[in-house]
C-alpha cells in the first residue's frame, strides 16, 4: 500500500507532510475481516488502528450477553487513540463490523509521536471527543428514538463511512448494533423495504433512496459533530 492509501484516513490525511513521512515509516497496513475483534473491554491497547475502508464498531457488552453501539468509526478517525493520554486499557469491546483494511501503529511508537508533537496531540483530542460526542448522542437515542428512526440513521451514517449505499450486513448483526432482538430489525427493515427504502436480501443491504432515507432517520444523523471537531471530509480510499 503507498502514501496515497494511508492518507484516505481522515486523521492522517490532515497530518503534516513531515509526519506523515515519520509515520509512514511505522505503519503497516492489515486487512479487517468482519467480525474481528481488535480489543476486548479491559484489554490492554497494543496497537492504534487508522481504519482506511471498512467500519469498526465500539461496542458495551451487558451481563445478558447482549451488546449495544456506543460508536462507530471508520476512515474518519481512529481506534485506540486515549493510549495517547495514558490510558492504555480498552474502555470498550471493539469488533469490525464491515471488513476492509487499516494502517496499524505500535502503541509505544504511537505514544511516543503524540509526545513529541503537541499538534498532532490536539489532533488526537479531538477525536477523542468526537468517540464520546458519539457515545452521549447513542445514549439518548437509543432512549427515546423509535428503531425505525434509529436503524435509518444507522444505515446512513455507515453509508458515509463506506461511501457506498451497498452495505454487506446480516439483520443479526444489525439486531446486535442496535441492541434489539433480530424479529424486530426484521420487520423494521421490511417497512423500509417496502416503503423502497432500501433493498434487503441476505447479508446484504442496499440504500435505494437517501433522501427519503434522511426523513425517515432521527436528529441524530445531523448531530455526529464530525465536521465541527475533525475538520475536513477524509478522501475517497484509494
Known amino acids: 500500500m503507498t502514501e496515497l492509501a494511508h492518507s484516505a484516513n481522515r486523521l492522517l490525511a490532515s497530518l ?3 509526519k506523515i513521512a515519520t509515520l ?5 497496513v492489515l486487512e479487517l475481516p468482519q467480525e474481528t475483534v481488535l480489543f476486548e473491554t479491559g484489554d490492554t491497547i497494543k496497537t492504534v488502528y487508522f481504519p482506511l475502508s ?3 464498531s465500539m461496542v458495551v457488552d451487558l451481563a445478558t450477553s447482549e451488546m449495544i453501539e456506543s460508536a462507530m468509526v471508520g476512515r474518519d478517525s481512529l481506534v485506540g487513540g486515549s493510549a495517547a493520554f495514558d490510558n492504555q486499557v480498552s474502555l470498550n469491546r471493539v469488533v469490525v463490523q464491515v471488513a476492509g483494511a487499516a494502517s496499524a501503529l505500535n502503541v509505544d511508537r504511537f505514544r511516543e509521536l503524540a509526545q513529541q508533537s503537541e499538534s498532532f496531540r490536539a489532533k ?3 477525536h477523542e471527543h468526537f468517540l464520546l460526542a458519539q457515545a452521549q448522542q447513542s445514549a439518548a437515542c437509543n ?3 423509535p428503531l425505525e428512526e434509529r436503524l435509518s ?3 446512513l451514517r455507515c453509508r458515509d463511512l463506506l461511501d457506498s449505499d451497498e452495505i454487506p450486513l446480516t439483520q443479526e448483526f ?3 448494533m442496535l441492541g434489539v432482538r433480530r424479529t424486530s430489525v426484521t420487520l423494521v427493515a421490511g417497512a423500509l423495504q417496502k ?3 432500501i433493498r434487503y436480501q441476505p447479508g446484504h443491504i442496499r440504500l435505494v433512496d437517501r433522501g427519503a432515507l434522511l426523513d425517515s432517520a432521527c436528529e441524530c444523523y445531523g448531530t455526529a459533530h464530525a465536521d465541527r471537531l475533525l475538520g475536513a471530509t477524509p478522501a475517497r480510499p484509494a
Do not use: F, P, S
Open 16 to 18: 503534516d507532510e513531515d
Open 24 to 28: 509512514q515509516l511505522h505503519l503497516k
Open 54 to 56: 471498512g467500519v469498526v
Open 124 to 126: 488526537l483530542a479531538r
Open 143 to 145: 432512549a427515546t428514538h
Open 153 to 155: 440513521r444507522w444505515l
Open 174 to 176: 444489525l439486531a446486535d
Open 195 to 197: 416503503a423502497g427504502l
